[in-house]
């Protein structure tokens, strides 16, 4: 493998992941920000949302709209959010 195909591997990975950076916000601009980015995923997104706090009022929110996460503390005490579509936009829409 030579140094371009590493680059595309990178690429591809960071095009994989959004990157939502909301710690030390104030509410409500945290959840804003995360609804925000699920609307502009695109097929095979996930977001990593970085915050000072547990988002407890977040995760009904992203299963309401069919999603999965998964929470884990960091450094400083914050938390990466990693989520990820659990159905199709397509089933979303045609079940409601």
């Not at 970085?50 to 503390?73: D, T, V």
Request: charged share 30%; aromatic share 8%; with cysteine.
């Amino acid at each position: 493998m030579n140094d371009s195909d590493n680059e595309g591997q990178a690429d591809a990975q960071s095009d994989r992941w959004v990157r939502v950076d909301a710690r030390w916000l104030e509410p409500p601009e945290p959840m804003e920000r995360v609804l925000n980015a699920l609307f502009s995923l695109r097929p095979g997104q996930g977001i990593h949302f970085l915050i000072h706090r547990e988002p407890i009022p977040l995760y009904s929110e992203l299963k309401l709209r069919g999603f999965s996460h998964h929470a884990r503390m960091i450094e400083d005490d914050c938390y990466e959010i990693t989520i990820e579509r659990l159905t199709s936009p397509d089933k979303l829409k045609n079940d409601g």
